[in-house]
């Protein structure tokens, strides 16, 4: 099987969508969590492996190269706040496991796994009392145990996602780096940050900046997902495709809208389809895509049928 780089490199991959919205279309209740611990997602892995497995499959079903572990929060420091700090490295190996045994699955070509290494939880750049007093290196080793676990599970790349610090992601690109000399195994890594409309991180960091300071880190690809849709994105995506890293893009289905307490995302699949697909088309650096936050199979779907039509690699 070629490898995640050398696939990126022929043909343009197609990662998955949102995990949360669709395990909450299960409706799961406090019985259905480890210790009944409501809302502890990435622990259904335990509890129900056949609901993660379920929604692997559906993305895998609707076309995608690409499904992330569900392991968004399941860094140290974040598994800690449900009793699983110390299980940190199994935690993460078998939710790769199980991801992969989804893949295997399918033989009709490569599908590849993606070790899914959501924030920590705290803001180390920012002068917060309780966000930004976590020491550097408890965060750094949060991350290193979570990469840790995902290599051991037979990740075919690591993916730090949503990240709104950037100093967060240069410790956990760090992380990953010393995972892998713990592992003895490489794999490529994938630095994604999250953008407000403006282009900026959470705090105030542009996309230039961002760029600057992990692109010389070793990493392999570098990204944009979640907190906007894809028009906001499409200033920030032109700057990106003429830098020298090939670009992950993962957008929600559109801005946030709140309607009763709830989170809404009005971009249906066409539109995002096309949105993505048009971005491709532009701009050869963009070799994966995605959905994040409000995106289902239907979206992915949909990604699919476009990508099949405009990618010319």
């Avoid at 995640?4 to 490199?9: G, K, T, V, W």
């Avoid at 949503?162 to 995972?179: G, N, P, R």
């Avoid at 490489?186 to 407000?196: E, F, G, K, M, R």
């Avoid at 249906?268 to 409000?294: E, H, S, T, W």
Wanted: with cysteine.
């Amino acid at each position: 099987m070629e490898s995640f780089l050398e696939a990126a490199a022929k043909r343009v991959l197609l990662f998955d969508g949102a995990m949360g919205t669709e395990i909450q279309r299960l409706d799961p209740g406090p019985e259905d969590f480890p210790d009944r611990k409501d809302g502890f997602n990435d622990g259904l892995n335990v509890s129900r492996p056949d609901w993660i497995k379920k929604i692997h499959r559906s993305y895998l079903e609707a076309g995608a190269d690409c499904i992330e572990t569900n392991t968004f929060g399941s860094n140290k420091l974040k598994l800690e706040e449900y009793g699983y700090g110390d299980k940190t490295v199994e935690f993460n190996r078998n939710a790769a496991l199980l991801a992969r045994e989804v893949c295997q699955e399918f033989k009709d070509r490569a599908r590849y796994v993606i070790g899914s290494m959501g924030p920590s939880g705290y803001l180390p750049s920012s002068n917060d009392p309780d966000l930004g007093q976590k020491p550097l290196d408890e965060i750094s080793n949060a991350f290193m145990l979570q990469a840790e676990g995902l290599i051991l599970g037979g990740v075919d790349a690591l993916l730090i996602e949503t990240s709104q610090d950037i100093l967060e992601v240069k410790l956990a690109v760090e992380a990953c780096h010393l995972a892998m000399e713990r592992a003895g195994k490489s794999v490529p890594i994938i630095a994604n940050v999250t953008l407000d409309r403006y282009g900026k991180m959470l705090l105030g960091t542009t996309v230039h900046a961002a760029y600057t300071a992990v692109s010389d880190m070793k990493i392999d690809a570098f990204g944009l997902n979640c907190s906007t849709g894809p028009n906001e994105m499409a200033q920030s995506v032109r700057w990106l495709s003429e830098q020298g890293l090939p670009i992950l893009v993962m957008p929600n289905a559109g801005m946030p809208h709140n309607e009763g307490g709830k989170a809404v995302y009005r971009m249906g699949p066409k539109d995002v389809a096309m949105a993505l697909g048009d971005f491709v088309a532009k701009y050869q650096n963009i070799r994966m895509v995605g959905g994040c936050c409000g995106t289902n199979p239907q979206h992915i779907a949909e990604l699919r049928k476009t990508l099949d039509g405009t990618s010319t690699s």
